[in-house]
């Protein structure tokens, strides 16, 4: 929480002290060249685009998909999904806050050479240089992909579109009718940032103990302890060599997906290699974190409270930082536990987690049975998702979804559940809401976790080189999935998984097994649509009465075709005369 409030406050420092590149000084303000001398004002161009990302809080965007809707009507990606989504509204975009970063790392790349880093240190002050210029390079890729996944899309005449590229500080005197850069251009800027980061940067921030562990290109300039100073433990957190790799993972899937991938130059082999790269170094499958899908939850309560000075837990590769809260559990708890219960998982969603078997549950010999349809689940089910008499919160209540039973039935009172369900995932079930005895408990936000690697390269690398290939690794799609549903607790063997051998139905495979390991972390929306895949499946629910279920319609998706590929800001385009993506 210390360094967290240090780089809010850092950041603070660094808009009231740009006011100045862009405006005339006001006596006292300090300017550019304030940065000279002073290190900690230039770090703060850096800490700005931290603080920027897009990566602090969970989105629940979830809610603008099949997976879930939420019984706030305000909501935007509720109003996203029922038609009142515009270039106008967009709850979405990125544009604005992704270019005000890059102007800040901009202006950071340009003037890093002037500025005094270390006034003490062998070569401590070029090292200080190399690693803030490489963390901006690697923000800078980052936010050119959250760029493109939210406004890159195909012009009216055919064109596959990124964003203007700018590699360069605007100022007053700058040319801000830029037009857009191809896609494939923006994704070969990514690319160059990224390698330019890797160049720079450690792989982890961690503590040496010797001279013979001095990185070759700073051997003989510098010391242990000058080393450790600037690339040691204690900027755990900020991006490194590792987390560079990761980053490169989700831009080469992103644009070798089926609604990129006929314009950028990216093919499902190199997706499937730059995800194995980084999870070669963990020893592959082998290096999959057995509590990878409960990472969050009341019963790994040791190991997130253990978690402190930047230390990872084995499921993630880059977190924000730990602190001790209770906003998730206050927006969705139900209600009979002082909760607001925002988010409803949908029976979409529910149906989607197959027997513990592994059979679909529309398969013959999965054992559904629709009269008792949450009974010999995958037990993701249950860990994810509140049913009808489930257990949860720190007393283990029942929670009662049936219409008529408590405040906790379908659409008892406003803060009901829509759907017949309530939110687990994410959530610290030994924090106590009641007012009469409420806590506090440990939360962090992952920014990477190795899950989504492992399902990144399956999908790679089964498009690639289909369910058994394994390019130049050590392992293949199957083998990913399979480690993933044993762990998950699926029974073994697996028959179904051994029952799949052709491309598509291990992509329908995977593209499950990722909707289940990553729902309500913000992946759906944009899964959804890179894969080309509908949009406008409505969302279901359930209605319980007399001991049966009910499935039906809760809410409609109003998506035109052309949503597929979010919009420009309104006001961008009118500016800077930008081509807006088809249909907008």
């Given at each position: 929480m210390k360094r967290g409030l240090i780089y809010i406050i850092a950041a603070l420092v660094v808009f009231s002290g740009c006011r100045k590149i862009l405006s005339p000084a006001d006596e006292n303000n300090r300017g550019l060249s304030d940065i000279y001398n002073n290190a900690a004002f230039a770090e703060g161009l850096v800490l700005n685009g931290y603080v920027r990302l897009p990566l602090g809080s969970y989105t629940m965007?979830?809610?603008?998909?099949?997976?879930?809707?939420?019984?706030?009507?305000?909501?935007?990606?509720?109003?996203?999904?029922?038609?009142?989504?515009?270039?106008?509204?967009?709850?979405?975009d990125q544009y604005t806050g992704g270019f005000a970063a890059i102007q800040y790392l901009n202006i950071l790349l340009a003037q890093a050479n002037k500025v005094v880093w270390a006034t003490t240190g062998q070569y401590t002050n070029e090292m200080f240089r190399d690693r803030m210029m490489g963390e901006a390079y690697g923000l800078r890729g980052l936010f050119m992909y959250y760029l493109l996944q939210a406004h890159g899309g195909w012009s009216p005449d055919g064109k596959l579109l990124g964003v203007p590229i700018l590699t360069v500080a605007q100022d007053g005197s700058s040319d801000f009718k830029i037009p857009r850069n191809s896609f494939a251009d923006c994704i070969k800027q990514i690319y160059h940032d990224l390698d330019s980061a890797a160049l720079l940067l450690p792989l982890d921030f961690e503590n040496i103990a010797q001279p013979t562990d001095i990185p070759a290109k700073y051997a003989n300039k510098t010391t242990v302890a000058d080393y450790n100073r600037v690339f040691g433990a204690y900027d755990r957190q900020r991006v490194t060599a590792r987390i560079v790799k990761g980053i490169r993972a989700k831009v080469s899937l992103l644009a070798a997906s089926p609604a990129f991938g006929q314009g950028s130059g990216v093919t499902w082999d190199k997706a499937a290699d730059d995800a194995a790269s980084v999870l070669d170094l963990i020893g592959g499958v082998s290096g999959m974190a057995s509590n990878g899908d409960y990472w969050y939850a009341s019963k790994n309560s040791g190991e997130i409270n253990a978690v402190s000075s930047g230390v990872n837990p084995k499921e993630i590769l880059w977190r924000a930082n730990v602190g001790d809260g209770n906003n998730l559990e206050k927006d969705n708890y139900p209600p009979t536990l002082y909760g607001n219960g925002r988010v409803n998982p949908t029976q979409n969603l529910v149906d989607a987690f197959p027997m513990a078997n592994g059979y679909p549950i529309t398969d013959p010999s999965s054992g559904y049975d629709p009269t008792h349809p949450y009974t010999n689940r995958d037990p993701r089910?249950?860990?994810?998702?509140?049913?009808?008499?489930?257990?949860?919160?720190?007393?283990?209540?029942?929670?009662?979804?049936?219409?008529?039973?408590?405040?906790?039935?379908?659409?008892?009172?406003?803060?009901s559940t829509r759907t017949g369900y309530y939110l687990r995932k994410l959530l610290r079930e030994d924090v106590n809401l009641n007012p009469a005895n409420i806590n506090t408990q440990?939360?962090?936000?992952?920014?990477?976790?190795?899950?989504?690697?492992?399902?990144?390269?399956?999908?790679?690398?089964?498009?690639?080189?289909?369910?058994?290939?394994?390019?130049?690794?050590?392992?293949?799609?199957?083998?990913?999935?399979?480690?993933?549903?044993?762990?998950?607790?699926?029974?073994?063997?697996?028959?179904?998984?051994?029952?799949?051998?052709?491309?598509?139905?291990?992509?329908?495979?995977?593209?499950?097994?990722?909707?289940?390991?990553?729902?309500?972390?913000?992946?759906?929306?944009?899964?959804?649509?890179?894969?080309?895949?509908?949009?406008?499946?409505?969302?279901?629910?359930?209605?319980?009465?007399?001991?049966?279920?009910?499935?039906?319609?809760?809410?409609?998706?109003?998506?035109?075709?052309?949503?597929?590929?979010?919009?420009?800001?309104?006001?961008?385009?009118?500016?800077?005369?930008?081509?807006?993506?088809?249909?907008?």
């Open positions: 965007n979830d809610v603008a998909t099949d997976d879930a809707v939420s019984n706030d009507p305000n909501n935007g990606y509720r109003q996203m999904a029922t038609g009142k989504w515009s270039s106008i509204n967009n709850p979405v089910l249950a860990l994810y998702i509140v049913t009808n008499s489930s257990k949860m919160g720190p007393s283990g209540a029942t929670i009662l979804t049936q219409p008529g039973s408590t405040n906790d039935g379908l659409n008892a009172i406003s803060t440990r939360h962090y936000v992952p920014y990477i976790r190795y899950t989504e690697l492992f399902l990144a390269y399956a999908e790679a690398a089964n498009e690639a080189w289909g369910p058994d290939g394994m390019g130049s690794h050590a392992y293949s799609a199957r083998q990913i999935v399979a480690a993933l549903r044993k762990r998950a607790g699926i029974a073994q063997p697996d028959n179904f998984l051994a029952s799949v051998s052709s491309k598509d139905d291990m992509r329908a495979l995977i593209h499950n097994e990722r909707r289940l390991e990553l729902c309500f972390e913000g992946f759906r929306f944009w899964d959804l649509r890179r894969w080309n895949a509908s949009i406008t499946v409505p969302a279901n629910g359930v209605v319980i009465s007399g001991g049966a279920y009910t499935f039906g319609l809760v809410e409609p998706r109003q998506y035109a075709d052309y949503m597929n590929y979010g919009p420009l800001p309104y006001n961008d385009v009118l500016k800077e005369n930008l081509v807006q993506n088809k249909g907008w």
